[in-house]
């Protein structure tokens, strides 16, 4: 049980990384921020990883993400991936990326299953390869080794330590793994956005090897690209048949910096700008969303301003809301209940979104 350091309340709901609690994050934007920013700085320092977005006015900038690192000599960027070597950047580039992959059979656990071609068949016969589950069918799914984020309940964490160790991957060497199994390529992680120039030149590689095949084109992300980069991937997924699933973390922005340690400005308005593809292809959506229901911080009404916001883009967008499970530095909280999920569920559909889903229902409580 922690105790929160702004109002000394205790309760199993307050994450002892945070040591303050959802009211006065609320309440106290100010000092929350302040709390929060020692608790990201103390764990960033633990993973080797730079404390805030290196910002020096004669460091080499990287624009690919909400960051906007100035990346200083011989020193890295926020998510670890490049270095200032030499006044060059290093690390990764658009045809060298830190990833892993592998082959996930259809349908799988994707978080767009319940709508997508994959799961469903939606788009057939465009998109898919006949109607329902693509039953013998396979999805690359790529994990990216990086994250232009800093989640304190991150589930995929150990990438921080393994990126730094692994050695750089041709798009070519993943490109060839794309066989005839495979109708749909994720790109997950970690996060896309810092390694997003791979990623499209990978697809282009891949979809024209065989350009009269299905081969969707998807992203899992936190939203965090630059807008240009956006553009670029929302119309390689609405022309592949894929979709961008957004992970909408909070909607305060003090609370999506405490459980993030980055501003969801980027995020929100990329979604924003994301929907105007719906009107290019509505089935399968291109566009999807997902909130993870943090206990003791995303309540019911973080839900529901999160689906107002989503509703006043399209009320069609698909949203799943995720049960949390401890994990990384928020271990100590507990799993999600049926009773939230529900309620959460309950406060999308009266913000006026037509297709709302509980995912992850095995670890209700």
């Known amino acids: 049980m922690a105790r929160c350091a702004a109002c000394n309340r205790t309760s199993p709901r307050i994450s002892e990384a945070l040591a303050i609690c959802l009211k006065c994050i609320r ?6 921020l302040l709390q929060v920013k020692k608790a990201h700085e103390r764990i960033r320092t633990i993973e080797g990883l730079p404390a805030d977005p290196p910002a020096d006015p004669e460091g080499l900038p990287c624009r690919l993400c909400v960051n906007q690192c100035r990346i200083p000599e011989n020193q890295s960027g ?12 290093t690390g990764v580039s658009e045809h060298y ?27 057939y016969p465009q998109f898919a390869h006949c109607r329902g589950s693509q039953v013998g069918r396979s999805n690359l799914a790529v994990f990216f ?69 299905i081969l969707r084109i998807c992203w899992e ?3 965090s690209m630059a807008p240009e980069l956006l553009e670029r991937i ?31 400005r980027w995020t929100l308005s990329n979604f924003k700008r994301a929907g105007a593809a719906i009107f290019l292809r509505p089935e399968p959506p291109p566009l999807i969303a997902s909130t993870l229901l943090v206990p003791g911080y995303i309540d019911t009404a973080e839900v529901r301003s999160i689906a107002d916001f989503i509703a006043s883009v399209h ?46 229902r095995q670890l209700l409580v």
């Not at 119309?235 to 973390?249: Q, R």
């Not at 999600?336 to 297709?355: D, E, F, I, V």
């Open 27 to 32: 309440r106290h934007p100010s000092a929350a």
């Open 78 to 89: 926020y998510c670890g991936l490049r270095q200032n070597q030499a006044g060059r950047l």
């Open 97 to 123: 990326g830190k990833l892993s992959w592998y082959q996930d059979p259809l349908p799988t656990n994707c978080v767009g299953d319940w709508v997508c071609a994959g799961g469903t068949g939606a788009g």
């Open 145 to 213: 080794l990086a994250c232009s984020f800093n989640c304190l309940f991150c589930q995929n964490w150990h990438f921080k330590k393994e990126a730094l160790r692994r050695p750089a991957v041709s798009l070519q060497k993943l490109a060839e793994d794309v066989d005839r199994r495979v109708s749909c390529i994720c790109y997950f992680g970690g996060d896309p956005s810092p390694q997003l120039p791979f990623s499209l030149e990978a697809s282009r590689i891949a979809r024209e090897i065989k350009p009269d095949r």
């Open 221 to 223: 992300t936190n939203g």
């Open 234 to 264: 929302m119309e390689t997924a609405v022309d592949s048949g894929g979709c961008i699933k957004f992970d909408l973390k909070a909607w305060d922005e003090t609370l999506h910096v405490a459980l993030t340690g980055v501003t969801n």
């Open 315 to 360: 009320p069609d967008i698909p949203y799943s809301l995720l049960a949390f499970h401890p994990g990384y530095h928020m271990s100590d909280m507990p799993l999600t209940s049926r009773n939230q999920a529900n309620a959460c569920q309950a406060a999308a559909r009266a913000a006026g979104l037509t297709r709302v889903r509980i995912g992850n």
